[in-house]
């Protein structure tokens, strides 16, 4: 769903509409005399029967259904060939690492944007197994799985509880679905695994820069951490040289890193596994700042022997095995 307020742009349904030639084109009817949907949301389920809702930003006036939770989408734009064009740029814009399975339309609802108007909305059902915390989510506030019986305990529209729980009638939990890993093929039921990168620097002195991310971090809050991130549609070393000009302000030429370890990774138990990567930069320009202070409060130097309490423990594991020139290590296992 779009999330920023609509000042005279068309096809934009759930924001402020104040193009007029979004009004006539809302009241355009298909041949049957119905409108045609200008709107397409994602209702995703794992198979094992829970349901993908996304947290909204609290917007009052400008955001559709502002501070509920609701589908993942969006509304139509003059480049989308088609309203399943639509939703797959939305949710590559909104979450980019999410990958559906089987993706299909399922129902025409009908939703009130804003300004009162009655809007038809294109539903695609999908499947997704993946760890919702594990996404980079653009819009909006959170994503989590929930169950059926949880949607009366959520701010949530009724015709989006009961469209929920239509489909969670027809398609009742399927066991040994919920029984596989979190994120596979499909055909030969290969696990999936996420892949992050990781900046060791390393001073004049010996000394590594670790970050302390904010409190309200997803992941890892006030704790020291690399400078990292999750590729997105690149290459590891580009996600490199993006994260650290992002979040430090540090220019690093790809023919100045080299990698130095890396760590496979599973959190708890039957979560997605992640291969962190971990390059080393032996020159780089500039000085570590805070550029993005919701994600990291400071920048410091710590000697490699004299690291923190509070470290993610897979950071620990990569700076004493990079200093004892072991490429290789694994926590979770």
Known sequence: MQDEEVSGAEWLPF???????????????ALDGRPEPVNASALIFNGAGRYLLHLRDHKPGVIWESGAFALLGGGRTHGDRSLESTLLRELSEEVPGLRLENLEPYAVEQATSVDGLSVPMQVFAARWRGNADRLALHEGVLLRWFAPDDLDRLRLSPATRDLIRRHAAANPPDNKQAAAPAVWDGGSRTVLNGIGVHLHLEDSAGRVLLGLRHPNSKYAGDTWHYLAGRCEQESALACLVREAREEAGLVIDPMDVELAHVVHVVDTAGALPLMQLVFKARRWEGVPKVLEPDKCLTWKWWPRYELPDRIVPYTRT????????????????
Do not use: D
């Open 15 to 29: 924001g402020r509409v104040t193009s007029p030639t979004l009004r006539a084109k809302l009241g355009n009817a």
């Open 318 to 333: 990569a700076i004493t095995a990079i200093t004892e020139g072991r490429p290789y290590s694994q926590l979770g296992w």
